[in-house]
């Protein structure tokens, strides 16, 4: 996300009307030690979200810029003998944005 963060500081110097940029983390097939694993990775995430948004308010853009996530597949909700998850149906997402209108939940948990 900071290199992401730069390249939407240089977008007047690249005529950029709207940018799209892709980026990923890995580590999330987690069939062992989940909660260990997830702690990491969402530490991770959060640390760095954090300050992408702290860099897009300080740019005075953060009010255009949507953020999501994406996966290939869910987990299972129960854990497996591994004390980890198997791959499962569906999965959570959030989306982080100055202009979004935020704080629902949408579907239910089964």
């Known amino acids: ?3 992401v963060a ?3 500081k240089s977008r007047t110097d690249r005529s950029a009307e709207r940018d799209f940029f892709f ?3 890995d580590g999330f097939d987690t069939h062992k030690e989940v909660v260990e694993t997830l702690e990491i990775l969402f530490k991770d995430m959060n ?3 954090e300050k992408f948004v702290v860099e897009l308010k300080a740019q005075k853009i953060f009010e255009s810029v949507v953020l999501m996530t994406e996966s290939d597949f869910g987990r299972t ?3 497996n003998s591994n004390k980890g998850s198997n791959h499962g149906w ?3 997402h959030f ?3 100055g202009s979004i209108n935020g704080g629902k939940i949408f579907s ?3």
């Open 77 to 79: 909700l129960g854990p």
């Open 6 to 8: 730069r390249l939407i």
């Open 23 to 25: 980026v990923q983390i």
């Open 108 to 110: 239910e948990f089964l």
């Open 95 to 97: 989306v982080v944005g």
């Open 47 to 49: 640390d760095s979200i």
């Open 90 to 92: 569906g999965g959570n």
């Open 1 to 3: 996300l900071y290199q």
